[in-house]
């Protein structure tokens, strides 16, 4: 007798601090968790992992 197989869910992406759209999709991830849109939930979190966090020179800096 074999025992099932066990799924443990991925865990999700964390935003990173002070990054702007992180802190957007990770405040949509909320809302969409709680009217139960598990594809909403996925988009934030595809959102939060995927964009770019470089960190872009300042303007005027050469």
Same mark, same amino acid.
């Given at each position: ?14 935003? #990173?601090?002070? @990054?702007? *759209? ?11 968790? %709680?009217? $139960?849109?598990?594809?909403? #939930?996925?988009? @934030?979190? *595809? ?11 300042? %303007?005027? $800096?050469?």
């Amino acid at each position: 007798m074999s025992t099932p197989e066990v799924r443990v869910p991925a865990l999700e992406p964390v935003p #990173v601090e002070g @990054c702007r *759209i992180c802190a957007a999709a990770a405040r949509r991830r909320e809302t969409a968790r %709680k009217t $139960a849109s598990v594809i909403s #939930v996925r988009a @934030c979190g *595809i959102t939060i992992s995927q964009h770019p966090h470089e960190n872009a020179p300042e %303007k005027g $800096a050469a």
